[in-house]
């Protein structure tokens, strides 16, 4: 199975400021033959089920602000918050698809600093 | 508006059975494939099983495998998961999602807690 590692576990940052979440997998998810590559990430909110974000390592949901973004190919993916709000306050799961099972990151908290 | 709704959670001895369901509305169901993600208390999101568009298609984590079995009906619009031999390690919330083919998951449902205990 792919292991997606996710930095940190936890992070705090002010109200307007950037957070970076990373997540690293532990093999290629870029597939070379469309060059893709399989990486989503997901928002959960407290007491919520998870919400999708990105797919394609850096193509935003319909709905999703673009204040989120993300970047990143192979096995190295950056989601960006840019300018955090406190409705961001929530767990961040990166998950990759390229390879059954589907696997997901142990998830990064975010908190208002 | 796209919903999909959990049910049949609760708690079971371990050995037991239960069948979880998961209606679905505000889409084409016989169109999507459709997965299983459990999540345990206070923990990460874990992939359980999927379905292609009619059933035909599934697969399992091994974790489950030859325990749970992932089946639809597409005139209920209805996705099920039949879980036998339980253990204290199902404890979790069972969520029903929708699927780009095996790919992403673009709509979770609130999810039903299942709980393993004596």
């Known amino acids: 199975d792919i292991v997606m590692t996710q930095s940190p576990d936890s992070l705090a940052v002010s109200l307007g400021e950037r957070a970076t979440i990373n997540c690293k997998s532990s093999?290629?998810?870029?597939?070379?033959?469309?060059?893709?590559?399989?990486l989503a990430w997901y928002q959960q909110k407290p007491g919520q089920p998870p919400k999708l974000l990105i797919y394609?390592?850096?193509t935003r949901e319909s709905g999703v602000p673009d204040r989120f973004s993300g970047s990143g190919s192979g096995t190295d993916f950056t989601l960006t918050i840019s300018g955090l709000q406190t409705e961001d306050v929530a767990v961040y799961y990166c998950?990759?698809?390229?390879?059954?099972?589907?696997?997901f990151g142990q998830g990064t908290k975010l908190e208002i600093k | 508006e796209v919903q999909l709704v959990e049910s049949g959670g609760g708690l079971v001895q371990p050995g037991g059975s239960l069948r979880l369901s998961c209606v679905a509305s505000?889409?084409?169901?016989?169109?999507?494939?459709m997965h299983w993600v459990r999540q345990a208390p206070g923990k990460g999101l874990v992939w359980v099983s999927r379905?292609?568009?009619?059933?035909?298609?599934?697969n399992y984590a091994d974790s489950v495998k030859g325990r749970f079995t992932i089946s639809r009906d597409n005139a209920k619009n209805t996705l099920y998961l039949q879980m036998n031999s339980l253990r204290a390690e199902d404890t979790a919330v069972y969520y029903c999602?929708?699927?780009?083919?095996?790919?992403?998951?673009?709509?979770w449902g609130q999810g039903t807690l299942v709980t393993v205990s004596s």
């Open positions: 999602v929708r699927g780009f083919y095996w790919y992403y998951f673009d709509y």
């Open positions: 505000g889409f084409t169901f016989s169109s999507y494939w």
């Open positions: 379905s292609d568009t009619v059933g035909s298609s599934t």
């Open positions: 093999q290629s998810v870029l597939y070379s033959s469309n060059n893709k590559n399989y």
């Open positions: 394609w390592a850096s």
């Open positions: 998950q990759q698809y390229y390879n059954t099972p589907s696997t």
